[in-house]
């Protein structure tokens, strides 16, 4: 049965190529739906066109035969080149048509030649693609829209395929995460773990879910710290992208860094504690005083009739005691009203020499090695000398004792602008702070855990022994750069990799030269740098 089938179709075959070829070929050239015509390579003359040529540029056969290719206008920017390129083989090109009614098509035009007994002749089958370019143009138009939302979002955006590799990520994700040192291309083709953006934790399961197809919202997740940028937390919001049939296909994950405003509502929550701290002192600093005064004049009375006598030791104990309870309500007293001071032109560099001077022949400073790095290109400020030096005081105190064993102290000075462009820059509360001064202090002590850092500058915050801290050190100090219209913050890597503590100071001086108040120009800031650890001796 194959056999006789086989030479059915080989006789059908023949008779086609012989006898009914021409007319089966007419056919197709008449009702192909793209448009064809024959055109004499000689003369241009147009010798036959199909209808749908003819529909296309509004043309009967007749007009169209009594015209040469040469002259229809649509054409001549491009078919005589094209015509010579024929020659050589096939050519398809676009080309856009003019027609009578002022509408312009966009043809895509295949040119080739043909010999034809003794006659060269040239066939033209023509497209009309304005559709298509239409649909190309929107698409287009479409996709730069797409792409300038994308990157103009002002939160960290990541577009990933079903498996989560990520496709694309936009440029606030690259300023945030990479100080735009990082390029889409170099992201591109990784899992989105693998990027190390959040620390999901024990969350991990609940998140994958997402490239199920569900949508997925995960509150307060930590930032692990990167050479680009400090630690921090941040919202994740997973909305997976659905096929029509419903399948997953991937999605976008919307990172929102909430860094800064957890740390607004800790320098929030810190000036709260520092307005009830001075409200508090203010009311029973005075009663205290008086009392505390007549206890130390007649303790010193006494310990000049005694000459030595029995009781003159405790009467020593007595005076230590009340001197430090003076100092304490000093202290206080900072708090409840702004520091009176007259700024000078100081160099920040020399107050932070006479305190290490000042230091280097006490015992704490005995087994710590001092390395300075203070730039020359510091101006002077516009400082009270005596208060910035208690802040450095406190600071070196609190590395010292922060390194019991013994190890290395770095003090460094700059100056720059509030918007550096490094990790802790992002620390600033006002990143158009103008020019500022950064004096920083860092050991190789024990660390700060990050929930001590979260209450590093609270005042009567201590990890010191009972007796041996005041937890008045650092708040303080706090307040002291506040006043002058800087910023303290306070940065730690975890067990046995120190700490760092970063001094800001506005080079055009405290709020009263610039026309802001000390809340408006400084906030209390902490950094946390991950991993976290070890214990906290000396803050």
Not at 83 to 103: C, H, I, M, T, Y
């Amino acid at each position: 049965m194959v056999e006789p089938q086989k030479t059915k179709v080989n006789a059908f075959a023949s008779s086609v190529a012989t006898e009914e070829a021409p007319e089966c070929y007419r056919r197709l050239f008449l009702r192909a739906r793209d448009g064809m015509l024959l055109v004499d390579a000689q003369t241009g003359g147009i010798l036959d066109a199909n209808q749908s040529f003819l529909d296309m540029v509004g043309l009967s056969l007749g007009e169209a035969r009594s015209r040469t290719i040469w002259e229809m206008e649509e054409f001549q920017a491009d078919l005589k080149r094209l015509a010579a390129e024929a020659e050589q083989g096939n050519r398809w090109f676009s080309v856009p048509v003019r027609l009578a009614d002022k509408r312009t098509l966009e043809l895509e035009v295949n040119c080739s030649a043909l010999q034809c007994a003794d006659r060269q002749m040239l066939q033209f089958i023509c497209r009309d693609i304005t559709e298509r370019q239409l649909l190309l143009q929107r698409l287009s138009e479409s996709q730069m829209r797409y792409r300038a939302i994308f990157d103009s979002t002002p939160v960290a955006m990541v577009l990933c395929s079903a498996d989560g590799i990520v496709l694309d990520v936009n440029a606030c994700l690259l300023k945030r995460f990479f100080r735009n040192q990082v390029t889409k291309e170099q992201l591109a083709g990784r899992h989105f773990l693998e990027l190390g953006l959040c620390d999901l934790g024990d969350r991990g399961d609940e998140f994958m879910q997402f490239f199920k197809g569900v949508c997925v919202r995960l509150e307060e997740v930590p930032i692990p710290g990167s050479p680009y940028r400090p630690s921090g937390t941040a919202n994740l919001r997973c909305l997976p992208l659905l096929k029509a049939n419903g399948e997953a296909d991937g999605g976008v994950i919307i990172i929102e860094d909430i860094s800064e405003v957890r740390e607004a509502q800790q320098a929030m929550t810190q000036s709260v504690k520092m307005a009830a701290v001075g409200q508090m002192t203010s009311g029973f600093a005075h009663e205290i005083g008086t009392p505390l005064g007549t206890i130390s004049a007649n303790a010193q009375y006494l310990l000049q009739q005694l000459s030595g006598g029995e009781g003159t030791e405790e009467l020593r104990a007595i005076l230590s005691e009340t001197n430090r309870i003076t100092n304490l309500i000093q202290q206080l007293l900072i708090f409840s009203r702004p520091a009176r001071f007259r700024p000078s032109p100081t160099s920040v560099n020399d107050l932070a020499s006479d305190v290490l001077s000042l230091m280097e022949s006490q015992e704490i400073m005995r087994a710590v090695e001092v390395e300075t790095d203070l730039s020359r290109e510091v101006p002077l400020l516009p400082v009270e000398p005596t208060l910035i030096k208690q802040v450095f005081l406190n600071l070196v105190i609190n590395a010292c004792q922060a390194m019991p064993g013994g190890g290395r102290l770095t003090v460094i000075s700059r100056v720059g602008r509030g918007g550096w462009d490094t990790p802790v820059a992002h620390t600033m509360a006002d990143q158009d702070a103008g020019p500022m001064v950064e004096v920083s202090f860092t050991d190789t002590g024990v660390g700060i855990s990050e929930a001590d850092l979260r209450k590093i500058f609270t005042p009567f915050f201590t990890t010191k022994e009972v007796g041996k801290g005041t937890g008045l050190g650092l708040s303080v100090s706090y307040r002291i750069i506040q006043n002058h219209g800087g910023t303290i913050t306070a940065e730690s890597r975890g067990e046995g990799r120190g700490a760092t503590f970063r001094v800001y100071l506005p080079v055009a001086g405290p709020p009263e030269a610039t026309g802001k108040s000390a809340e408006q120009s400084a906030a209390p800031a902490v950094r946390r740098a991950a991993p976290w650890g070890g214990r906290k001796n000396g803050y």
